[in-house]
């Protein structure tokens, strides 16, 4: 079930997907992983309160799959939950340091908690595994901006080269410190 519904959804058939997951869950009870997708794909379509709820129920299921998590902190930082999303990215942080996409997502949600420190910390350590990266240099910036460290996203805006001119809202807030 859970293969043909990814094919589904790979195909653009996300009403397909959504249907296949639903009946698989009726004769066999909860199970996590169709639990998770259909979360997500719910959430695609715009059930983002029932998508969120199949995605926890998922994670209460499955505690360490880190693919369930990450996804239940993506749903939650979406919805603006904020310090939910820290805690289920700080469970799976602890047991994957040196995983990106948490590092990433901690950043955006200390950020939106107005944590500056926990904010800077965690998107440095992004750019440490990913370097190269100018979504986390752009988000770096944001936050330095946020937090009115304007010399420090200046800094960041110079070093993303020609990857600025392809980010319209980082250009634009360049230009704007340069006219500062």
């Known amino acids: 079930a859970i293969q043909s519904a990814e094919e589904s959804h790979a195909g653009g058939n996300l009403n ?4 296949i997951l639903r009946n698989a869950l009726a004769p066999s009870g909860r199970h996590p992983l169709v639990l998770h997708l ?15 709820a199949l995605v926890k129920e998922a994670a209460q299921m499955a505690p360490r799959d ?8 993506r749903q939650l930082l979406r919805l603006g939950k904020y310090w939910e999303a820290v805690r289920t990215l700080s469970k799976i942080h602890s047991k994957a340091k040196q995983a990106p996409d948490i590092l990433y997502m901690l950043g955006l949600a200390h950020t939106n908690l107005d ?6 910390d965690a998107l440095n350590k992004y ?17 330095y901006l946020h937090f009115n460290r304007p010399e420090k996203a200046l800094s960041l805006y110079t070093s993303m080269g020609d990857e600025l001119s392809k980010k319209p809202d980082c250009y634009l807030n360049y230009v704007r410190l340069l006219g500062q």
């Open 16 to 19: 397909r997907a959504i249907d």
């Open 38 to 52: 259909l979360g997500g794909f719910e959430d695609q379509k715009g059930l983002t309160v029932s998508g969120l």
């Open 66 to 73: 880190h693919r369930v998590l990450l996804n239940y902190a």
């Open 115 to 120: 944590q500056e420190q926990s904010a800077v």
């Open 127 to 143: 750019l440490d595994i990913q370097p190269a990266d100018s979504n986390g240099r752009a988000l770096l910036s944001k936050v």
